[in-house]
């Protein structure tokens, strides 16, 4: 069993739209969690972190995380085409620095 | 303005021909790490540190070197270059729980 585990995609979402994407990570001693947007050929970038049970909201964006189901979300509202791209999902499980990633979820969104 | 810094952002070399990436971090963390990025296979670790004159392996670290002489800097050196070691390259740094800051990335082709 992986320790991060995300669907690869392509999730394809209206232009306006919401877009929810799921992570589900295998150790209940985790303590953070992230998300990242990445473009083809471009580095990661940080979308939002969140470090305890409940939502998390910036923007369009917003992270949900429920320790109890071992689970991390990211929905994004009002989709726009320029959101199309790979979201990594990134969980501390070691407690030491130390990142485990899953595959990452390739989103389109649709004009 | 903090960042990661990474060179060269492109590098095609010979097989054999020893060469080596540079990262630089301004932020004083104590932690950085280098990735590789394949199609399909998503981040893999190759080495990391913790800290000065600590480094540790990642999941993939055959064929690569790497040293932590000082905080700022932790290259990687790719000793005898195969084809099989073409990636796309980033390097990152963090501090404590905060998230990982990416550097820009190195496409390495080696023919």
């Known amino acids: 069993q992986k320790e991060v585990e995300q669907n690869s995609g392509p999730l394809s979402v209206p232009e306006g739209a919401i877009a929810s994407l799921n992570c589900t990570y295998s150790?209940?001693?985790?303590?953070?969690f992230f998300w990242y947007r990445q473009y083809s050929g471009k580095s990661p970038e940080l979308i939002m972190s969140?470090?305890s049970n409940g939502d998390k909201e910036d923007g369009r964006f917003t992270a949900q995380l429920n320790k109890a189901s071992q689970y991390v979300s990211l929905l994004i509202r009002d989709s726009q085409p320029s959101d199309s791209a790979t979201y990594l999902c990134?969980?501390?499980?070691?407690?030491?620095?130390?990142?485990?990633w899953g595959a990452g979820t390739k989103l389109i969104i649709k004009p | 303005e903090a960042q990661v810094t990474q060179n060269p952002r492109y590098l095609i070399t010979v097989t054999g021909k020893k060469l080596t990436v540079t990262c630089s971090q301004n932020m004083n963390h104590e932690y950085m790490s280098w990735y590789r990025q394949d199609p399909g296979l998503g981040l893999r670790q190759i080495y990391y540190?913790?800290?000065?004159?600590?480094?540790d392996k990642g999941d993939v670290p055959e064929g690569y070197k790497v040293s932590r002489k000082e905080k700022r800097n932790f290259p990687l050196i790719l000793e005898s270059p195969s084809p099989n070691q073409t990636s796309l390259y980033f390097c990152?740094?963090?501090?404590?729980?905060?998230?990982?800051?990416f550097g820009n990335g190195t496409r390495l082709t080696v023919t």
């Open positions: 990134a969980v501390n499980i070691r407690g030491n620095y130390q990142l485990i």
């Open positions: 540190s913790m800290n000065v004159e600590v480094t």
């Open positions: 150790d209940r001693g985790s303590q953070s």
């Open positions: 990152a740094s963090s501090q404590g729980d905060s998230p990982l800051h």
């Open positions: 969140i470090y």
